[in-house]
C-alpha cells in the first residue's frame, strides 16, 4: 500500500508545509470565530474594518509561529515539549493582538473587535493546531503499527524515572513498546497505576515474565547494587528475556534521551565497587607543566595513562611504544578527540638502551610512567628470554637512564603475578620490582611500584577472548572450574597508579584494594547470559586444563610481606624483603651477561635463586625447584656462580670467568 507523503515513513513533511498548514488553521479559526460571533451574539461588523483586523490577526500568528518555531518539530512524533510550545506561541500571540485591539479602541471606538471574537479566535486556533498534530501522529500510528517490531517491556528502577522512560520508549518510530509493568526498586509504591501502568513488587517479577510474555527488562535507577543487577541478570537469563539499562539518566530528566542512549549490560558493571574518590589537586600538582614519558604507551594501561595524563595539563607527554599501529591509534585519538598538541610520539623499544638515551637527552622527562612489558603468561612461559629482555633488562634500561638524566619520579606498573610467582613472567617483573627498589636508595628519582592484577577489556584478557568465542558460537573456554583472578576496570587501575604515583616519596610497592576475586567460569556464564544466551544449552563452557606456569588463585602479598595503609582507602602499601643495590646490580648484570648463551634452564635457576618464593607451576621449570632447595647456603651471587649446582641444573654450562663477574 502506498501511502501519501506526509504519511510516508520514509520522509518528513517540509517546514514549509507545516507553517502553511497552521496559517490555514488560523484563517479558519479567524472565520469560525466571525461566523459564532455573527450568529449568536448578532454582533454587527464593519466588514471593511474587520477584513484589516483580520490582516493584522495573520500578521501577528505569523511572527509568533516564527519566533516559536512551531513548524519546526516532527509531526509524527509530537511530543508535550512541543504542544507546550503552541500554548506559549498562541497565548504571546494572543496578547499582542489585545494590546493592540485596545490601542485601536482609544484611537477611535469604531476600530474596536469586541474581545469574545478574540477570545474565540484563540481557543480555535489553539484547539485546531493541537488536534491536527495528534490526529496526524495517530494517523501515523496506525498506519505503521503491523510493520513495526513489537516489544513487551517491564522498566525497573526509582519511581521518578519509570514515566519519563514510558514517554521516551512510546515515541520510538521503529519499535512499538508496550510498557507492561513498572517495578518500583524501593516496593514502596507497589500496587499503585502510574500514567496507566500498574506498579509491581521485584518478587512478582518471574510471574510477571510468564503471564506478560516479556521480551526486554530495563534498568533505570542511579546506584544499583550490584548484587540487585546480577539478580535482575540471572532472571532474566533465565526467562529468556532481554536486559537493559539506561547509564545516564541525567539526560534523561533534562530531556536530551533518545532510544539510542539505553544500552546493554557490561561485565564491568556487574564488577564495579563504586566511585573512586581521587585527590586530583596533589596529581596536579606533582605533573602540571611536567615533561612526563609513558613507557608501553600503546597498551591498555599505557594508553589509558595517557588519557588521564592530559586534564593535568602537563608540558608535554612522550609516547613510548614498539606496537607501530596501535601507537598509530593512540596518535589519532590524542589530536582528534583529546585535542591535545603538546605529545611526541617515539617508536623504540625499551631494550635498546642507545635509543632509549637518545629519547631521554631530547627530551629530559622529569616524570616516568613505565608500562612497558610482556605480560601473557603462557607465552612468557615458552619464550622466558624474551620476558627477561623486556620485563627486566628493559624496565632496568628506563630506570638507569631516569636517574642518569634526573627524573624527579619513576612510577612502575607491576602485578599481582608477582607475588609468590608460579610463572616466569612474574618473576620477571618480581625482578624488576627489587631492582628499582634497591636502586631508589643508592639516587635522587624517587622509584615507586604500583602492583594490582588483571584490568577488564586490556588487550588479550579474558573479557575479550571470551566475546569472541561468544559471537562465534562458543565454546567458552575456561582453564579450570575453580580459577579466580582480581580485577580492575582499565580506568579504575590508572586513576589509582597517578594517584599512588602523587602519594609516593620513593621505595614503595603500592596494592591496591582489588575487591573480592571472581571465579572465572562466573564471568564466563554472565558475559554469556548478557549477550542473550542460555548457558550450557546455547554456549558451552569447556575446561581445557592450567596452562604452563598458571596457577589457581592469585594474591596480593607474599607470605613475608605485610600490608600498611595510606591515605587513601583503595591503596594500601606493602611491606617487603629489601634487597642490597650492589649485589643486585651484578646479579643484573651476570644475567645480561647470559642472554647471549640461550640457555633457558639456566637464566630459570638464577630467577629462583634471587626470588626463592618463585615455584613453578604446571612448567618444564619445576624440576628446577628441586634441585635448588637441595642448597640454600650462601650469598646470592656465590649460589648463582655455583658451577657443580649449575652442572645439575642443566646439560650445557657457561663458559663464564666467575671472578671477573664478581668482581
Same mark, same amino acid.
Given at each position: 500500500?502506498?501511502?501519501?507523503?506526509?504519511?510516508?515513513?520514509?520522509?518528513?513533511?517540509?517546514?514549509?508545509?507545516?507553517?502553511?498548514?497552521?496559517?490555514?488553521?488560523?484563517?479558519?479559526?479567524?472565520?469560525?470565530?466571525?461566523?459564532?460571533?455573527?450568529?449568536?451574539?448578532?454582533?454587527?461588523?464593519?466588514?471593511?474594518?474587520?477584513?484589516?483586523?483580520?490582516?493584522?490577526?495573520?500578521?501577528?500568528?505569523?511572527?509568533?509561529?516564527?519566533?516559536?518555531?512551531?513548524?519546526?518539530?516532527?509531526?509524527?512524533?509530537?511530543?508535550?515539549?512541543?504542544?507546550?510550545?503552541?500554548?506559549?506561541?498562541?497565548?504571546?500571540?494572543?496578547?499582542?493582538?489585545?494590546?493592540?485591539?485596545?490601542?485601536?479602541?482609544?484611537?477611535?471606538?469604531?476600530?474596536?473587535?469586541?474581545?469574545?471574537?478574540?477570545?474565540?479566535?484563540?481557543?480555535?486556533?489553539?484547539?485546531?493546531?493541537?488536534?491536527?498534530?495528534?490526529?496526524?501522529?495517530?494517523?501515523?500510528?496506525?498506519?505503521?503499527?503491523?510493520?513495526?517490531?513489537?516489544?513487551?517491556?517491564?522498566?525497573?528502577?526509582?519511581?521518578?524515572?519509570?514515566?519519563?522512560?514510558?514517554?521516551?520508549?512510546?515515541?520510538?518510530?521503529?519499535?512499538?513498546?508496550?510498557?507492561?509493568?513498572?517495578?518500583?526498586?524501593?516496593?514502596?509504591?507497589?500496587?499503585?497505576?502510574?500514567?496507566?501502568?500498574?506498579?509491581?513488587?521485584?518478587?512478582?517479577?518471574?510471574?510477571?515474565?510468564?503471564?506478560?510474555?516479556?521480551?526486554?527488562?530495563?534498568?533505570?535507577?542511579?546506584?544499583?547494587?550490584?548484587?540487585?543487577?546480577?539478580?535482575?541478570?540471572?532472571?532474566?537469563?533465565?526467562?529468556?528475556?532481554?536486559?537493559?539499562?539506561?547509564?545516564?539518566?541525567? *539526560?534523561?530528566?533534562?530531556?536530551?534521551?533518545?532510544?539510542?542512549?539505553?544500552?546493554?549490560?557490561?561485565?564491568?558493571?556487574?564488577?564495579?565497587?563504586?566511585?573512586?574518590?581521587?585527590?586530583?589537586?596533589?596529581?596536579?600538582?606533582?605533573?602540571?607543566?611536567?615533561?612526563?614519558?609513558?613507557?608501553?604507551?600503546?597498551?591498555?594501561?599505557?594508553?589509558?595513562?595517557?588519557?588521564?595524563?592530559?586534564?593535568?595539563?602537563?608540558?608535554?607527554?612522550?609516547?613510548?611504544?614498539?606496537?607501530?599501529?596501535?601507537?598509530?591509534?593512540?596518535?589519532?585519538?590524542?589530536?582528534?578527540?583529546?585535542?591535545? *598538541?603538546?605529545?611526541?610520539?617515539?617508536?623504540?623499544?625499551?631494550?635498546?638502551?642507545?635509543?632509549?638515551?637518545?629519547?631521554?637527552?631530547?627530551?629530559?622527562?622529569?616524570?616516568?610512567?613505565?608500562?612497558?612489558?610482556?605480560?601473557?603468561?603462557?607465552?612468557?612461559?615458552?619464550?622466558?628470554?624474551?620476558?627477561?629482555?623486556?620485563?627486566?633488562?628493559?624496565?632496568?634500561?628506563?630506570?638507569?637512564?631516569?636517574?642518569?638524566?634526573?627524573?624527579?619520579?619513576?612510577?612502575?606498573?607491576?602485578?599481582?603475578?608477582?607475588?609468590?610467582?608460579?610463572?616466569?613472567?612474574?618473576?620477571?617483573?618480581?625482578?624488576?620490582?627489587?631492582?628499582?627498589?634497591?636502586?631508589?636508595?643508592?639516587?635522587?628519582?624517587?622509584?615507586?611500584?604500583?602492583?594490582?592484577?588483571?584490568?577488564?577489556?586490556?588487550?588479550?584478557?579474558?573479557?575479550?577472548?571470551?566475546?569472541?568465542?561468544?559471537?562465534?558460537?562458543?565454546?567458552?573456554?575456561?582453564?579450570?572450574?575453580?580459577?579466580?583472578?582480581?580485577?580492575?576496570?582499565?580506568?579504575?587501575?590508572?586513576?589509582?597508579?597517578?594517584?599512588?604515583?602523587?602519594?609516593?616519596?620513593?621505595?614503595?610497592?603500592?596494592?591496591?584494594?582489588?575487591?573480592?576475586?571472581?571465579?572465572?567460569?562466573?564471568?564466563?556464564?554472565?558475559?554469556?547470559?548478557?549477550?542473550?544466551?542460555?548457558?550450557?544449552?546455547?554456549?558451552?563452557?569447556?575446561?581445557?586444563?592450567?596452562?604452563?606456569?598458571?596457577?589457581?588463585?592469585?594474591?596480593?602479598?607474599?607470605?613475608?610481606?605485610?600490608?600498611?595503609?595510606?591515605?587513601?582507602?583503595?591503596?594500601?602499601?606493602?611491606?617487603?624483603?629489601?634487597?642490597?643495590?650492589?649485589?643486585?646490580?651484578?646479579?643484573?648484570?651476570?644475567?645480561?651477561?647470559?642472554?647471549?648463551?640461550?640457555?633457558?634452564?639456566?637464566?630459570?635457576?638464577?630467577?629462583?635463586?634471587?626470588?626463592?618464593?618463585?615455584?613453578?607451576?604446571?612448567?618444564?621449570?619445576?624440576?628446577?625447584?628441586?634441585?635448588? *632447595?637441595?642448597?640454600?647456603?650462601?650469598?646470592?651471587?656465590?649460589?648463582?656462580?655455583?658451577?657443580?649446582?649449575?652442572? *645439575?641444573?642443566?646439560?650445557?654450562?657457561?663458559?663464564?670467568?666467575?671472578?671477573?663477574?664478581?668482581?
Amino acid at each position: 500500500m502506498r501511502y501519501p507523503y506526509l504519511l510516508s515513513k520514509r520522509h518528513f513533511a517540509p517546514r514549509w508545509i507545516v507553517f502553511l498548514i497552521d496559517l490555514i488553521l488560523c484563517a479558519f479559526a479567524i472565520l469560525a470565530a466571525i461566523f459564532i460571533t455573527v450568529n449568536l451574539s448578532h454582533y454587527t461588523f464593519d466588514w471593511h474594518i474587520l477584513a484589516g483586523f483580520c490582516f493584522i490577526i495573520l500578521g501577528v500568528r505569523l511572527i509568533s509561529f516564527i519566533i516559536f518555531r512551531t513548524y519546526s518539530g516532527i509531526i509524527r512524533y509530537t511530543s508535550t515539549h512541543d504542544i507546550i510550545r503552541i500554548f506559549y506561541c498562541l497565548t504571546a500571540g494572543e496578547a499582542a493582538i489585545v494590546l493592540l485591539d485596545g490601542l485601536l479602541y482609544f484611537v477611535s471606538p469604531a476600530l474596536f473587535t469586541p474581545f469574545s471574537f478574540l477570545w474565540i479566535e484563540y481557543t480555535m486556533l489553539l484547539s485546531t493546531m493541537i488536534s491536527s498534530r495528534l490526529v496526524f501522529k495517530a494517523l501515523f500510528a496506525r498506519n505503521f503499527v503491523t510493520i513495526r517490531e513489537k516489544k513487551n517491556v517491564v522498566i525497573y528502577g526509582s519511581e521518578q524515572y519509570l514515566v519519563m522512560l514510558k514517554h521516551v520508549l512510546a515515541n520510538t518510530p521503529d519499535i512499538q513498546f508496550h510498557i507492561t509493568a513498572f517495578i518500583d526498586s524501593s516496593n514502596r509504591s507497589a500496587g499503585k497505576i502510574l500514567a496507566g501502568v500498574k506498579i509491581y513488587k521485584y518478587k512478582q517479577l518471574p510471574d510477571i515474565f510468564i503471564k506478560e510474555d516479556v521480551d526486554m527488562l530495563i534498568i533505570a535507577q542511579k546506584l544499583m547494587n550490584v548484587t540487585r543487577k546480577k539478580q535482575l541478570l540471572e532472571l532474566c537469563s533465565e526467562f529468556k528475556v532481554e536486559i537493559k539499562e539506561v547509564p545516564n539518566l541525567d *539526560k534523561l530528566v533534562s530531556g536530551d534521551f533518545s532510544i539510542n542512549n539505553i544500552k546493554n549490560i557490561k561485565i564491568e558493571d556487574l564488577l564495579e565497587r563504586g566511585v573512586i574518590e581521587l585527590d586530583d589537586d596533589n596529581v596536579r600538582q606533582q605533573l602540571k607543566d611536567k615533561s612526563i614519558l609513558v613507557t608501553g604507551a600503546a597498551g591498555s594501561i599505557g594508553s589509558e595513562i595517557v588519557r588521564q595524563l592530559t586534564k593535568f595539563e602537563p608540558r608535554k607527554i612522550i609516547l613510548l611504544d614498539i606496537a607501530e599501529s596501535p601507537l598509530y591509534e593512540i596518535e589519532l585519538e590524542l589530536h582528534e578527540s583529546c585535542n591535545l *598538541k603538546d605529545f611526541a610520539i617515539e617508536l623504540a623499544s625499551i631494550r635498546d638502551k642507545d635509543v632509549l638515551e637518545t629519547i631521554f637527552r631530547k627530551y629530559r622527562p622529569e616524570v616516568v610512567y613505565h608500562a612497558g612489558a610482556y605480560k601473557h603468561v603462557p607465552m612468557i612461559e615458552n619464550l622466558p628470554m624474551e620476558g627477561v629482555k623486556t620485563n627486566i633488562i628493559g624496565t632496568k634500561n628506563v630506570a638507569d637512564l631516569a636517574v642518569t638524566y634526573g627524573c624527579e619520579k619513576f612510577v612502575m606498573i607491576s602485578t599481582d603475578k608477582a607475588v609468590n610467582p608460579t610463572n616466569v613472567m612474574g618473576c620477571t617483573k618480581r625482578m624488576a620490582e627489587i631492582y628499582i627498589q634497591s636502586l631508589n636508595r643508592e639516587s635522587k628519582t624517587a622509584f615507586v611500584t604500583t602492583r594490582f592484577g588483571n584490568v577488564l577489556g586490556s588487550n588479550g584478557s579474558v573479557i575479550p577472548r571470551f566475546s569472541k568465542q561468544i559471537e562465534e558460537g562458543g565454546p567458552v573456554t575456561v582453564t579450570h572450574p575453580d580459577i579466580t583472578r582480581f580485577f580492575m576496570t582499565i580506568p579504575e587501575a590508572c586513576q589509582l597508579v597517578l594517584q599512588a604515583g602523587a602519594l609516593g616519596k620513593g621505595g614503595e610497592i603500592f596494592v591496591f584494594d582489588m575487591g573480592e576475586s571472581v571465579k572465572i567460569v562466573d564471568l564466563a556464564k554472565n558475559m554469556i547470559r548478557l549477550s542473550g544466551y542460555e548457558v550450557g544449552r546455547e554456549i558451552k563452557i569447556v575446561y581445557t586444563g592450567l596452562r604452563p606456569g598458571e596457577k589457581l588463585y592469585e594474591e596480593v602479598l607474599n607470605k613475608e610481606e605485610e600490608v600498611l595503609p595510606t591515605l587513601y582507602k583503595r591503596i594500601n602499601r606493602a611491606k617487603v624483603r629489601e634487597y642490597d643495590f650492589a649485589e643486585v646490580q651484578k646479579i643484573f648484570d651476570y644475567i645480561e651477561a647470559t642472554l647471549p648463551y640461550q640457555n633457558d634452564f639456566n637464566l630459570i635457576r638464577i630467577l629462583k635463586i634471587v626470588v626463592p618464593e618463585f615455584k613453578s607451576n604446571n612448567s618444564v621449570f619445576e624440576k628446577l625447584d628441586d634441585i635448588l *632447595k637441595e642448597k640454600k647456603g650462601g650469598s646470592l651471587l656465590s649460589r648463582i656462580l655455583d658451577s657443580p649446582e649449575m652442572e *645439575k641444573a642443566f646439560a650445557q654450562g657457561l663458559e663464564l670467568d666467575k671472578n671477573q663477574v664478581i668482581n
